[in-house]
């Protein structure tokens, strides 16, 4: 079965700070990988997914395969990426729903 | 767009009552989920429907039932809640499951408590 790690459960940084929120999964075939954002008081919403390889806000996330990781990324940090993020992990084949993982919680400081 | 609609947004039941949470997309999503989220763990899928007129469950399906009333509804029934089931339950739907289809799209969240 997949499974999708995240290690940190509060990660917080200074506004201005780089960002680095990792996760690790764990599938034998070839997954697709999303990060979700739940922003205070605000339902879960997708920030960006591997397939399509685009900045949303600012951040970045690649698929490395060897490590098996989706690692988000994010130069300068800004008050206003304090959220709860989570991976998430779909298999790209047949039906599949999404595993999750844990989550972390970023806070940014002014 | 209304997009995925829960009701209600706030509850709180006694032990061993029931209760019905509802869940409406307007997307034309074949594939509809119920998560529980609470700290520390993250979300987790209790009961899935792959199409209308399927259902299938998830990582922690004890102490629920779901239904999947058309292509736009799909209900969660606690029949004797418990303590346990506090939690923040989210309806989720997709247009097809498995792949970059996958992407769900979230309603705003049912907290539940149970005392």
């Known amino acids: 079965a997949q499974r999708v790690t995240q290690p940190e459960k509060l990660l917080s940084v200074f506004k201005g700070a780089p960002v680095e929120l990792k996760c690790n999964y764990s599938y034998s075939g070839s997954p697709e990988l999303f990060w979700y954002v739940q922003y205070s008081r605000q339902r879960l919403q997708l920030l960006l997914r591997?397939?399509s390889r685009e900045s949303i806000k600012g951040f970045t996330a690649d698929l490395n395969k060897g490590e098996t990781s989706f690692h988000l990324k994010k130069p300068f940090a800004q008050e206003e990426d304090s959220a709860m993020y989570y991976c998430?992990?779909?298999?790209?084949?047949?039906?599949?729903?999404?595993?999750f993982g844990k989550g972390t919680m970023l806070l940014v400081s002014p | 767009n209304a997009g995925v609609t829960q009701t209600p947004k706030f509850q709180v039941l006694k032990t061993g009552q029931s209760m019905t949470l509802q869940c409406a997309q307007d997307?034309?999503?074949?594939?509809m989920y119920w998560y529980r989220q609470d700290p520390g763990m993250g979300l987790r899928l209790i009961y899935y429907s792959a199409s209308e007129g399927t259902t299938d469950k998830g990582e922690v399906p004890n102490g629920y039932n779901v239904s999947r009333l058309n292509k736009r509804e799909f209900s969660l029934r606690l029949e004797s809640a418990a303590p346990s089931q506090t939690s923040v339950y989210f309806c989720?739907?997709?247009?097809?499951?498995?792949?970059?289809?996958?992407?769900?799209?979230f309603g705003q969240g049912t907290r539940l408590t149970v005392v």
């Open positions: 997307m034309n999503h074949n594939s």
């Open positions: 998430a992990l779909s298999k790209n084949s047949g039906y599949s729903t999404l595993t």
């Open positions: 591997h397939i």
């Open positions: 989720a739907s997709s247009e097809v499951p498995g792949g970059s289809n996958t992407e769900a799209f």
